[in-house]
């Protein structure tokens, strides 16, 4: 679920940028809107991540690494947040940006679906009655 949310989120800020570019929204409700979901995402992908770990989903918390610690790298030189006085100048880079996210989170929503599909099917598979107490 909490993948579905990120994947939302990078919609939603895609529809942003393209309503920017057609002149639907001005920069400045552009940049709030993009900044009130930028934390949410960075938080909720790295509980994402350390959940995956916990758990012990070690290949599929490895392939979350690398967004995390762009995440990361972005909030360390304080180039997450967009400035309505220089979107424009920045908006194509920043659309790429959430493309890719939204690639990411496409794919790997998908492959956690495959997950627990089955882990499902091993799951009913292991609880069924074994052939040799049925009559």
Known sequence: ?????????AIYTLVLFSDLMIDH????ELCD??????????????????TLLAKGHWLIALLNV???????????????????????????????????????????FFVYLYCFVMSMIKLESDTSIPEKLVP
């Open 1 to 9: 679920m909490l993948t579905a949310a990120l994947l939302f989120c």
């Open 25 to 28: 929204i001005n920069p400045i």
């Open 33 to 50: 809107k993009v900044n009130f979901l930028i934390y949410p995402e960075f938080f909720g992908h790295v509980f994402l991540t350390i």
């Open 66 to 108: 690398p967004l995390v610690a762009y995440n990361v790298n972005r909030y360390r030189q304080k180039k997450h947040l967009l400035d309505n006085t220089r979107v424009f100048s920045v908006v194509g880079r920043e659309q790429r940006i959430c493309e890719v996210k939204m690639g990411f989170f496409l794919l790997t």
